[in-house]
């Protein structure tokens, strides 16, 4: 009998959510992308709005806008908070400075795989999204598989990028080139391939599957082989948009900006960017370069600096650094996140 009526609740409120769902006023929202449509991150997110449609009974849509075609890279965070769109695709490095705390995983070394390190990131950053993206409703945090250091000639050694133009991932790379005394060349992704057509840039930090998919194979034929660094993306809410949703809708949302789906984004993503590394090292034209203990050694001290002004900007925005790293190490450990 209490199985029955355990059941009968469960029922009756089920009724209730599909009742409130299909009073509600269906709802677009449109989320900027600023990648291509063949791109794998698209395409997760294609099955990610699909299910957001789905569990909501039609009530709340998502349509995606691929290739920069409601606005530039570099725009997406003001494009959202604007509303000019009502989700948008972030990369906060390309605005260096500007939100100082989630750079820590730009760091070089700080995570070795796409689905662990977003595991770790995402959940350590829920706690502090609130504080630096405050303008737009945080979604999600994922990161890309490690990439590396491309070049148009062999590079080993961080003291090398002395003199060269360097196209970096996100402002923590672009950092570093200029404290080795090399020239920060900046192109978002869609923009890459023609900075290194046209000299503009004699080198890249890119991933490995996006460097066939943006052309970037056909300009650099040299590579580090090794995980130098990740960089972060969030998805962020128009913040009025989210207010102006229903209970039911916002719920709906609300079960896909988690952890678990940002997991789930990236992991494809990670698969597609670990198979162009293969697809790179099969390619006699490519040239791969390990790195010796004595070369890591090098590139691990000199980002030093970098993790010192992470914490100096931590500080600056009200938060402890030294807490808020050593949360995110424990994150690390317990996903077994650490390259």
């Known amino acids: 009998m209490r199985i029955l009526t355990t059941l009968a609740a469960t029922a009756a409120v089920l009724a209730l959510c599909v009742s409130a769902r299909a009073a509600d006023a269906p709802v677009d929202l449109r989320f900027s992308f600023w990648l291509p449509p063949a791109h794998p991150l698209v395409g997760a997110t294609k099955a990610w709005a699909d299910d957001i449609a789905k569990q909501s009974g039609g009530a709340l849509t998502v349509t995606l806008f691929p290739s920069e075609q409601l606005g530039k890279a570099f725009d997406h965070y003001d494009m959202t908070r604007d509303g000019i769109v009502d989700i948008g695709y972030v990369n906060p490095g390309y605005q260096p400075g500007r939100f100082p705390l989630i ?57 090398e990028l002395k003199g060269l133009k360097v196209r970096p991932a996100q402002g923590t790379i672009g950092q570093l080139v200029k404290q080795l005394g090399g020239t920060n060349v900046q192109a978002s992704a869609p923009e890459a391939r023609e900075a290194l057509d046209r000299g503009v840039a004699d080198a890249i930090t890119f991933p490995w599957g996006s460097l066939f998919l943006f052309g970037i194979d056909k300009a650099v034929k ?118």
């Open 222 to 339: 040299h590579h580090i082989d090794a995980p130098l660094y990740t960089t972060v993306f969030t998805y962020n809410i128009n913040k009025d948009k989210y207010d102006s949703l229903s209970p039911a809708q916002r719920a709906v949302l609300d079960a896909h900006c988690t952890t678990d789906w940002a997991v789930k984004l990236a992991g494809a993503w990670g698969d597609f960017e670990a198979a162009g590394r293969e697809r790179a090292r099969n390619d006699p034209s490519h040239h791969f370069y390990k790195l010796t203990p004595e070369e890591m050694a090098a590139w691990k001290d000199a980002i030093l600096p970098l993790q010192d002004k992470w914490a100096a900007n931590a500080k600056g925005l009200g938060v402890d650094p030294v807490d808020a790293r050593a949360k995110l190490d424990a994150e690390i450990a317990k996903d077994g996140a650490a390259p």
């Open 103 to 159: 750079a820590i995983g730009e760091i070089p070394f700080t995570f070795g795989d796409a689905r662990k390190g977003t595991q770790a990131l995402d959940a350590w950053y829920r706690d502090y999204a609130a504080k630096e993206l405050k303008d737009t409703h945080f979604c999600l945090a994922l990161i890309h598989d490690p990439g590396t250091l491309h070049s148009k000639k062999k590079i080993t050694e961080p003291a």
